[in-house]
């Protein structure tokens, strides 16, 4: 059973009144993809099954938790209401990198290699007005 000591309380105190470090994104396999055109389709469509496969497997892992927890009763039930926050947050990023990789799929569907040429430069614009567009709706 671990407890947080009376020192460690002020401490934690202290800390959640700091800002927080910017919100990062790491993420190897999108490194792989942004300099896909140095490989070839079908290592990029490899690398996005990749990322479809640890969503997934991400999905399983929470989907057990969640299940052991409500089973089991919800452990710390006195922190659930923040807890819930958090595992939203960690949901929805999953749901990202799902809706992702189906679009991903989509875009390089039609592709016969990962070469730059006149069609796919159309397609990353039109890709690129399109996110811009949504961009200025938003403010």
Partial sequence: VYSITPK???ALKIW???PSKRFTYE???MLKVA???LADRDQMARTIEEIRTEAEGDLRIARKAFVNRLGDGVPFPERVHVNALV???CVEMMKARLRWVSFAEDYI???EDSE???GKTEQGLEWFRRALEWLESRG
């Fill in 8 to 10: 460690g309380r002020r």
């Fill in 16 to 18: 959640l009144q700091q």
């Fill in 27 to 29: 993420a190897e396999a």
């Fill in 35 to 37: 300099y896909g055109d």
């Fill in 87 to 89: 595992a939203q947050f």
């Fill in 109 to 111: 569907n039609d592709w």
């Fill in 116 to 118: 730059p040429d006149d």
